[in-house]
């Protein structure tokens, strides 16, 4: 199997570097240890912490609390296909391509 583009990119490599750096572990597990229920409302166990605000569009916002949700894998997935969805979308009316 090929990777895909982005797999292989710089973006992925930065992606890669943040989520794997210890302050970022640290973060997340505070974060969880505080909210350890999904916020998507399902009530299940969070596993993952989702930024509201893209990390990329707010880096400034990517350990604050208030911009952090718990989630669960499937939820996180959810909501992460939706935003690159609505992205794609906007995009789209941006280029007049609607």
């Known amino acids: 199997m090929v990777p ?7 973006q992925r490599k930065e ?3 943040f989520y794997s750096s210890a302050r970022w ?3 997340r597990k505070r974060y969880i240890q505080q909210q350890p229920l999904c916020e998507c409302g399902c ?3 969070a596993t993952e ?3 509201k605000i893209d990390r990329k569009e ?3 916002l990517a350990f604050d609390f208030d911009n952090l949700e718990a989630m ?5 997935s959810r909501i992460t296909r939706e935003r ?4 794609k979308s906007s995009k789209k009316e941006e280029d007049g391509n609607v």
Request: aromatic share 4%.
């Open 4 to 10: 895909n583009r982005y797999e292989q990119s710089q």
């Open 15 to 17: 992606d890669r570097a």
């Open 25 to 27: 572990q640290r973060c």
């Open 43 to 45: 009530g299940e166990m």
């Open 49 to 51: 912490v989702h930024h």
């Open 58 to 60: 707010r880096p400034d």
């Open 72 to 76: 669960t894998k499937p939820c996180h």
């Open 84 to 87: 690159q969805l609505e992205k």
